[in-house]
C-alpha cells in the first residue's frame, strides 16, 4: 500500500535553532515528493518540490533532502523563527496515476 | 492576487440539508480539486476536475457532487449532510497534475449537527 509516513508528529523548539522533520514513504512507482507549510486555520502553501534526479531544493531558511533509493526525505529550518509554527506536510505523486499522497504532517512549535 | 478563494470559511448545518461551496481561482489553472482534512489525517481528494466541463472521483467522493461549469470555478454539494462530513475542506489548482506546484484555498470549516 502506498503510505507517506511523517516524524516526529510533534516538535518543540526554541527560536533561533535548527530542525529537520522526517519523510518516509512506499509510494511507487515515484513521480516527485513536495513539502507544503500549513499554518494553522490556513491552507498549505507549497515550499519545495523535487524530482527522482534532485537530492536537494532550497528555500530560503527551508532546506529539502531525497534519497529515491532508501524513499526518505528529510527537511531541515534554519535558524527558526516563530512564525515556523507550523504543520509541515510531506506529499509524494504515484507515478502511475499522478495521486497525490499526503502524510499527516508534523507539528512544530517555535518558543521564543 | 486573489490565488485560490473559497466560499463560504465557516457553516453549521443539520443533517439532511444542502449546501455548496464555491472554489474560485484566478490562475487560468486547468486542473482544479477538492480535499477534505481530518484530525490525524492526512488530506484526501473528494473530487477533481482536469478542465471546464470535466469531474472525476478522488478517494473518498461518497455524498458529495461537483461541478465546473466554467474554468476558473469549481463547485462542491452535499446533497443531504451527514455528521460524518464534518470536516475542512480545501480547494486547490494547478496547471497540471504532476510537477506544478497545487495553490490551496484557505479552507471551509464545515460542521453537521
Known amino acids: 500500500k502506498n503510505q507517506v509516513e511523517q516524524s516526529p508528529q510533534s516538535l518543540i523548539i526554541l527560536e533561533g535553532k535548527n530542525c529537520t522533520l522526517q519523510c518516509n514513504y512506499t509510494v511507487s512507482p515515484f513521480s516527485n515528493l513536495r513539502w507544503y507549510k500549513q499554518d494553522t486555520g490556513r491552507g498549505p502553501v507549497s515550499l519545495t518540490i523535487m524530482t527522482f534526479s534532485e537530492n536537494t531544493k532550497s528555500n530560503g531558511r527551508y532546506t529539502a533532502t531525497l534519497d529515491a533509493d532508501t524513499k526518505q526525505s528529510s527537511l531541515h529550518i534554519t535558524a527558526s523563527q516563530l512564525s515556523d509554527s507550523a504543520s509541515y506536510i510531506c506529499?509524494?505523486?504515484?507515478?502511475?496515476?499522478?495521486?497525490?499522497?499526503f502524510g499527516t504532517g508534523t507539528r512544530l512549535q517555535v518558543f521564543p | 492576487n486573489a490565488g485560490v478563494t473559497q466560499t463560504p470559511k465557516f457553516r453549521v448545518l443539520k443533517t439532511g440539508q444542502s449546501m455548496t461551496l464555491l472554489c474560485a481561482q484566478d490562475?487560468?489553472?486547468?486542473?482544479m480539486y477538492w480535499y477534505r482534512q481530518d484530525p490525524g489525517m492526512g488530506l484526501r481528494l473528494i473530487h477533481y476536475s482536469v478542465g471546464e466541463g470535466t469531474t472525476a472521483k478522488g478517494e473518498v467522493p461518497d455524498g458529495y457532487n461537483v461541478s465546473r461549469l466554467k474554468k476558473q470555478n469549481f463547485l462542491l454539494g452535499l446533497e443531504s449532510a451527514a455528521p460524518s462530513q464534518t470536516s475542512v475542506y480545501f480547494c486547490a489548482s494547478s496547471y497540471r497534475a504532476s510537477g506544478n506546484t497545487i495553490y490551496f484555498g484557505e479552507g471551509s470549516w464545515l460542521t453537521v449537527v
Open positions: 490562475m487560468n489553472h486547468e486542473y
Open positions: 506529499v509524494v505523486t504515484e507515478g502511475n496515476t499522478d495521486k497525490l499522497i
